[in-house]
C-alpha cells in the first residue's frame, strides 16, 4: 500500500505567518491527493483535492501543489481559526491511505 | 445539504461483531459512493471500504475478512459490520459519500466513537 509521510509532525506558527505542509508518498499517486483539515471533535474537512483544486467555500489562503511523490499544502496567512490538523489522503491506489497529519499550533 | 449521521453501540465486547448505521439526509442514497473510515490513535486515519447505491463493494485488505457493508435504498441508509473485534478496533468511526469511489468526501458524518471492551 502507498505510504504517506507528512512533515513536519508539529508546525508552531503564528497569525499572519505563513504555513507550509508536506506530504511525501512512498510511490507516485499522480494527482491524486487530497488535503482535509480536522479540529477537535470533529470531522475532517476538505479542502484540496487532486492536488491543487480548492473545494468549494474554501477561501484563497489555501493552495495545494505537486504532483507525483511530493505535495505541498500552503496557507498563505494564517487566520485564527486555521490552527488545526491537516491530513493527506491518496486517491489514486487501492487501499486508500492517510497521511500521519500536521498539527499546525499557535 | 446533505447530512449523514452515525448510529450504534458505542460499547461493543471483544471477540464480537460491531454494527453502526449511517442515515443520509438532504439527498438520496442513489448515485452516489459511501465510505466507512475510522481514526484511533495507534492507527491514524483509515479507510475501511465502500459500498456504491447498486451494492457493489471494496474494502481494505486488512479488514476484509472481517467487514461487511451493505445499503438499504429504500431507507437511505448503509451500514458497518465488523466482526470479531478486538481492542485495536476501538476508534471513531465515520461515515463519509461522494459522487467518486475514491474520494475526495466533502460530507461526513459527525463521528461515533466504538470502544472495544468487556
Known amino acids: 500500500e502507498i505510504v504517506l509521510t507528512q512533515s513536519p509532525a508539529t508546525l508552531s506558527l503564528s497569525p499572519g505567518e505563513r504555513a507550509t505542509l508536506s506530504c511525501r508518498a512512498s510511490q507516485s499517486v499522480g494527482s491524486y491527493l487530497v488535503w482535509y483539515q480536522q479540529k477537535p471533535g470533529q470531522a475532517p474537512r476538505l479542502l484540496i483535492y487532486d492536488a491543487s483544486a480548492r473545494a468549494t467555500g474554501i477561501p484563497a489562503r489555501f493552495s495545494g501543489s505537486g504532483s507525483g511523490t511530493d505535495f505541498t499544502l500552503t496557507i498563505s496567512s494564517l487566520e485564527p481559526e486555521d490552527f488545526a490538523v491537516y491530513y493527506c489522503q491518496q486517491r489514486n491506489d487501492w487501499p486508500l491511505t492517510f497521511g500521519g497529519g500536521t498539527k499546525v499550533e499557535i | 445539504q446533505v447530512q449523514l449521521q452515525e448510529s450504534g453501540p458505542g460499547l461493543v465486547k471483544p471477540s464480537e461483531t460491531l454494527s453502526l448505521t449511517c442515515t443520509v439526509s438532504?439527498?438520496?442514497?442513489?448515485?452516489?459512493?459511501w465510505t466507512w473510515i475510522r481514526q484511533s490513535p495507534d492507527k491514524g486515519v483509515e479507510w475501511i471500504g465502500y459500498i456504491y447505491y447498486s451494492g457493489a463493494t471494496n474494502y481494505s485488505p486488512s479488514l476484509k475478512s472481517r467487514v461487511t457493508i451493505s445499503i438499504d435504498t429504500s431507507k437511505n441508509h448503509f451500514s458497518l459490520n465488523l466482526s470479531s473485534v478486538t481492542a485495536a478496533d476501538t476508534a471513531v468511526y465515520y461515515c463519509?459519500?461522494?459522487?467518486?469511489?475514491?474520494?475526495?468526501?466533502?460530507?461526513w458524518g459527525q463521528g461515533t466513537l466504538v470502544t472495544v471492551s468487556s
Open positions: 463519509a459519500g461522494g459522487v467518486n469511489r475514491s474520494g475526495p468526501w466533502r460530507d
Open positions: 438532504g439527498a438520496s442514497i442513489n448515485g452516489y459512493y
